[in-house]
T-cell receptor, first 113, second 115 residues
Framework: RKEVEQDPGPFNVPEGATVAFNCTYS??????FFWYRQDCRKEPKLLMS???SGNEDGRFTAQLNRASQYISLLIRDSKLSDSATYLC??????????????FGTGTQLKVEL | DTEVTQTPKHLVMGMTNKKSLKCEQH?????MYWYKQKAKKPPELMFV???????INESVPSRFSPECPNSSLLYLHLHALQPEDSALYLC??????????????FGSGTQLSVL
């Protein structure tokens, strides 16, 4: 089983739609969680952290369920500029400091007119 | 604009060449990372440096050799690579703290082609 699993998509949605991405992780010792966005041939960029209480940033809402080891991202009112690959990222700290971030395979989103 | 600078942006090398990738950050981060990303795949962790000491080596072949001479500088030395090593090599940095995991900031990467 992969450490971090996502549906690869692609998700093709019309502009203005609401779309949800899901992610599961296998390591129960994982400590923090993120969604990154990656555009074609660019580096990953942090979209938002994910907190147990759920958090929102504009049109984006992230949820974490530690018991089910499940993370979600909801995008409301999709824009053409939201087209990208969304990477679920799970962080496990290790002795000596630093972070081991493990990336999911990514879910590709295409927002269309 | 990324605050992690990687050079070169593109590199083509033969299997007998020796080359180095360079990464710099001036955000005061004390953890630095090398990731490898093949097309349509997620980034895969290669090495982690924490306080200039190698903390994680994810069973990377010895033809890849990292070096962290100081807290703001990271190298990946390449020697005798294979064509399957062609990929995007991403450098990242983060704070090191006792709290929850810190966010990673990525450089724009070096696109490496091995002929």
């Amino acid at each position: 089983r992969k450490e971090v699993e996502q549906d690869p998509g692609p998700f093709n949605v019309p502009e203005g739609a609401t779309v949800a991405f899901n992610c599961t992780y296998s390591n129960s010792a994982s400590q923090s969680f993120f969604w990154y966005r990656q555009d074609c041939r660019k580096e990953p960029k942090l979209l938002m952290s994910v907190y147990s209480s759920g958090n929102e940033d504009g049109r984006f809402t992230a949820q974490l369920n530690r018991a089910s080891q499940y993370i979600s991202l909801l995008i409301r009112d999709s824009k053409l500029s939201d087209s990208a690959t969304y990477l679920c990222v799970v962080n496990t700290r290790f002795t000596g400091g630093g972070n081991k971030l493990t990336f999911g395979t990514g879910t590709q989103l295409k927002v269309e007119l | 604009d990324t605050e992690v600078t990687q050079t070169p942006k593109h590199l083509v090398m033969g299997m007998t060449n020796k080359k180095s990738l360079k990464c710099e950050q001036h955000m005061g981060h004390r953890a630095m990372y090398w990731y490898k990303q093949k097309a349509k795949k997620p980034p895969e962790l290669m090495f982690v440096y924490s306080y200039e000491k190698l903390s994680i080596n994810e069973s990377v072949p010895s033809r890849f050799s990292p070096e962290c001479p100081n807290s703001s500088l990271l190298y990946l030395h390449l020697h005798a690579l294979q064509p399957e090593d062609s990929a995007l090599y991403l450098c990242a940095s983060s704070q090191v703290s006792s709290g929850v995991g810190e966010k990673l900031f990525f450089g724009s990467g070096t696109q490496l082609s091995v002929l």
